[in-house]
């Protein structure tokens, strides 16, 4: 299994700015994902993160509202740009690992005031 | 496109009782299907993997099967505890790790 952190925890912001949300992985992994959950919601795909290349975006999520980086093989940024009430969500990362079991960090509460 | 659905959306059991999730998925191309419990406020934990060839998994009072061509798995957990009570997700993946999720069971295990 895998250990994922999250940074921050949660975080209040205010409409127009942005924030970083950093992901550490345990072990070094090929694919790292990116989901948001929106209040009263399942999650959903925002993009796959590979080391070494660019990110691959889900319908409806654009790289200059969520820019990611993928560094090295155990870490992650995901920013949500210019943000607007409807961000508020929970955005949680996750890794795959060689059976294709999935796990997933504690998630980033973000509340857009 | 791939949809999944869950049924019920919530259920209320007494304690000792066992619990049956649903779980359907339209596209029967999948990679495997993952069952989550998430507790209100927190990530997700990972409570069964299925492999896309395989039938059914077991790990303790969880048992998870898998029909793939009728797009169906189901979830049982035997003899209820009030720390059960939490929503349950079903996910299924494709080829790439990309998970669609279902909108979840919420369960609560009354005493």
């Known amino acids: 299994s895998a250990v994922i952190s999250q940074k921050p925890s949660r975080d209040i912001c205010q409409r127009g700015t942005s924030l970083t949300i950093q992901c550490q992985v345990d072990s070094q992994v090929t694919m790292m994902f990116w989901y948001r959950q929106q209040p009263g919601q399942s999650l959903t795909l925002i993009a796959t993160a590979n080391q070494g290349s660019e990110a691959t975006y889900e319908s409806g999520f654009v790289i200059d509202k969520f820019p990611i980086s993928r560094p090295n093989l155990t870490f992650s940024t995901l920013t949500v740009s210019n943000m607007s009430p409807e961000d508020s969500s929970i955005y949680l990362c996750?890794?795959?690992?060689?059976?294709?079991?999935?796990?997933f960090g504690p998630g980033t509460r973000l509340t857009v005031t | 496109k791939q949809e999944v659905t869950q049924i019920p959306a919530a259920l209320s059991v007494p304690e000792g009782e066992n619990l049956v999730l649903n779980c359907s998925f339209t596209?029967?191309?999948?990679?495997?299907l993952q069952w989550f419990r998430q507790d209100p406020g927190k990530g997700l934990t990972s409570l069964l993997l299925i492999q896309s060839s395989q039938r059914e998994q077991t790990s303790g009072r969880l048992n998870a099967s898998l029909d793939k061509s009728s797009g169906r798995s189901t979830l049982y957990i035997a003899a209820s505890q009030p720390g059960d009570s939490a929503t349950y997700l079903c996910a299924v993946s494709d080829s790439w790790g990309k998970l669609q999720f279902g909108a979840g069971t919420q369960v609560v295990v009354t005493p």
């Open positions: 996750s890794v795959r690992d060689t059976a294709g079991e999935q796990y």
């Open positions: 596209d029967s191309a999948i990679y495997n």
